[in-house]
């Protein structure tokens, strides 16, 4: 079942607009980030298939761990995107829709 990822994401008192970016810090191993300052959520769009959806689970976790205040490290934020990933993408049968995400 295709899910389309909406344009903005809100959680919390956080909001952010998903882009898809041309550049992203590429040299530093980054392919999405979170700037809560612009209210941006960024994945590279070199990203494709499941590695674009992961990034952009990571992403969100990044945001909930903000907004919650629950302390978590890069590996913590980690491991809880790849296990909704496994969740949402092998049991569920999930897979993301990008036709609404522009480039920018």
């Given amino acids: 079942m295709k899910v389309k990822v909406p344009s903005e ?13 041309s550049y992203i810090h590429a040299d530093d191993n980054y392919r999405g980030l979170f700037n809560q300052r612009t209210e941006e959520l960024q994945i590279d769009n070199q990203l494709g298939g499941r590695a674009r959806d992961m990034t952009f689970l ?47």
């Fill in 58 to 104: 990571h992403e969100i976790v990044h945001m909930a761990d903000i907004n919650y205040e629950a302390g978590l490290n890069e590996g913590d934020v980690s491991r809880i995107a790849n296990g909704l990933f496994e969740f949402l993408y092998r049991n569920l049968g999930i897979e993301l829709d990008w036709s609404a995400i522009k480039e920018g």
């Fill in 9 to 21: 994401i809100k959680i919390g008192a956080l909001r952010a607009k998903v882009r898809m970016v």
